[in-house]
């Protein structure tokens, strides 16, 4: 019986879904926090606040873990991973809340 369109649109979606609940429960485990405005580190090691989307790239190009974007504290294209509050200093906090990029892509 030949497959309907409606089941492989369906198995798309779920494949989709599947990949943001592996996202959020892969930052979870791992004690990032699941999304929403969070400090990220660029590869020269600037800190800044992103909006971070479990499963969602709204101003950046996806590389599996990483994601691919713009700098706003060193104004070059990097990738950016988050960093754990944990992991931060009272200063580093402060300082990547002050540089925030933009809302908009």
């Known amino acids: 019986m030949p497959k309907r369109k409606g089941d492989r ?5 779920k494949a989709v879904a599947a990949g943001v609940l592996f996202e959020a429960l892969a930052m979870k485990a791992r004690g990032y926090p699941l999304g929403g405005r969070i400090v990220v580190r660029c590869r020269e090691g600037h ?3 992103t909006l971070w989307i479990p499963g969602a790239s709204v101003k950046s190009f996806r590389l599996v873990w990483w994601r691919i974007q713009r700098c706003p504290v060193g104004g070059h294209w990097t990738i950016v991973t988050p960093v754990r509050d944990s992991e931060l200093t009272d200063d580093e906090r402060r300082e990547a809340n002050e540089r925030q990029d933009t809302w908009i892509p």
Do not use: A, C
């Not at 649109?9 to 979606?13: C, G, M, N, S, V």
């Open 9 to 13: 649109k369906h198995r798309k979606l």
């Open 47 to 49: 800190l800044f606040t």
